[in-house]
Each structure stands twice: as structure tokens, then as C-alpha cells.
DNA sequence: GCATTAACGCACG
DNA sequence: CGTGCGTTAATGC
């Protein structure tokens, strides 16, 4: 990570703890089951969600096709749907816990006035918003453009980077997904995943259990991932 | 060929 | 037991 990236993760973090987590504690939580659905295709949404716990999916309803496309997954401390502060509402939009999820439900209409009387938060959020509509649209692009297995492992890279750390010359994260998580996500077969990840670990590029991942050859894996 | 689906057996908590 | 994982054969484009 460069030096600039790293500041702005911490100018990041230094608004969040100013006020993110005693603002919202007065609004309900909510829990969710694995595989329910936080909001999905339909309703208009009433509710601003702040995961505190759990991975959500994000997804685009096409019923027609009889598919669900995913955009992106979200971690704790992110908002799933900011685009909803907007008048124009998107349609489609859809929400699915990957593991038990919890969320704090904040009405859009407190939600609006709480933007307005806290400029740290509207600063917040701006910043949010942006980061969310880029790598939406990197998404977008490498489902168009990658093979399943190249998506694959843009996925390992990004979740690495994201919330990963460096043992030794090796890359360590921990609370990883299950391989039928990874394939919603990256809108592969469940069995591409298990195949791939087994290939990689046969050439010692990666490693994984059930709890973490580990990647050996960061370098090898990022040259597969242009291949 | 590349990827998905179906199917089965196995491991682990 | 259920859930997740690894593999293979069949199918579609």
C-alpha cells in the first residue's frame, strides 16, 4: 500500500471514530439469518443499513433472466445502500446475508437530517459513495471483460489488500468466505472455485483452511490475474 | 475449450 | 446430523 493510500485510510478511520458509532447507537439493530434478504427488489427503501456484524451480498434482481447478478459484497462498518439518499431510486437492488448478519436501521428521513447537521458525516458519506460507485464499476467491467477463473483470483487480491496483513513474505487473512460465497460473488460455480483454489495451492501460490487464506506468491498470483 | 450443472462421497464440527 | 468441500462426468455455447 502507498504512503498516500495509507493516510487516507487513517484520516478515514480518525472521522469514523470521532462520532459514526455514538451517532447511530440510538437506532435499532436487526439481525439477519443467513441467506435472508436485508431489502430486495420492489421495496422502496425506508431504512439507511450499517452492517455491524456479518458480510452482505449485494445483488441485481434480473427475474426475467431468472438470475441474480452480484455487484460487490460489503464488510462491518460499511453502509449497503447509500444510493438510496437519492431521489432517483434504483431498481433491482437487492441485499443477502452471507453469514448472520447485523445491521443498524437508520430511517432516511433522520438520516437526511443528520447529514445536514454533522458535516464530518456528510464528509463521510461522500467519501463512501464514491469508493462504492467505483468499484461497482470495476465489477461491472471485470465480469464483461475476465474469465471466471481471472475473477477469481482479482477476488483473492482485492480481499487480500482489503483486509489482509503481511506475515513474513506471506499474506494473511483471516474470516474468510466459504467457496459457495466466493462464487456468488464473482458470479462463478461453486465448483470453478474449488477446482481453481485446489490448482493454486497444488502450484504453492496459495494456501487455505476453512478459517483463513494465505497467499505465498503474491506476485505469481497477481501475474495469473492478467494472464 | 471453457464454464456451468448434477451428482456423489467424504470430512468436520 | 447438516454443511461445506473435492472431484468427476455430462451438458451447453
Redesign the pocket.
Same mark, same amino acid.
Given at each position: 500500500m502507498n504512503p498516500l493510500a495509507v493516510a487516507s485510510t487513517f484520516q478515514k478511520t480518525s472521522i469514523k471514530e470521532f462520532s459514526l458509532t455514538n451517532l447511530l447507537s440510538s437506532y435499532p439493530q436487526k439481525s439477519f439469518k /443467513?441467506g435472508a434478504y436485508i431489502f430486495r427488489e420492489g421495496h422502496s427503501l425506508k431504512y439507511i443499513y450499517f452492517i455491524q456484524q456479518g458480510k452482505v451480498l449485494s445483488l441485481t434482481n434480473y427475474l426475467t433472466a431468472h438470475k441474480e447478478l452480484s455487484n460487490g459484497y460489503f464488510l462491518p462498518n460499511q453502509f449497503i445502500n447509500l444510493n438510496s439518499l437519492s431521489n432517483q431510486q434504483l431498481k433491482n437492488q437487492a441485499a443477502k446475508a452471507l453469514s448472520a448478519v447485523t445491521v443498524t436501521q437508520i430511517p432516511l428521513l433522520a438520516f437526511h437530517t443528520l447529514l445536514r447537521q454533522t458535516p464530518c458525516l456528510s464528509q463521510l458519506i461522500f467519501n463512501a459513495l464514491i469508493e462504492q460507485g467505483n468499484s461497482q464499476k470495476t465489477q461491472c467491467h471485470q465480469l464483461i471483460l475476465l474469465?471466471?477463473?481471472?475473477r477469481i483470483i482479482h477476488f483473492l487480491l482485492e480481499y487480500v489488500e482489503k483486509s489482509g496483513s503481511r506475515v513474513g513474505y506471506e499474506w494473511v487473512a483471516r474470516d474468510f *468466505? @466459504?467457496?459457495?460465497?466466493i462464487?456468488l460473488i464473482t458470479? @462463478?460455480?461453486?465448483? @470453478?472455485?474449488?477446482?481453481l483454489?485446489?490448482?493454486l495451492?497444488r502450484q504453492r501460490i496459495i494456501h *487455505?483452511t /476453512?478459517k483463513y487464506l494465505i497467499i505465498r506468491e503474491l506476485e505469481a498470483l497477481k501475474k495469473l490475474a492478467e494472464s
Open positions: /443467513k474469465s471466471s477463473h481471472q *468466505f @466459504t467457496q459457495h460465497q462464487a458470479n @462463478t460455480a461453486r465448483q @470453478t472455485v474449488s477446482t483454489l485446489n490448482e495451492r *487455505f /476453512k
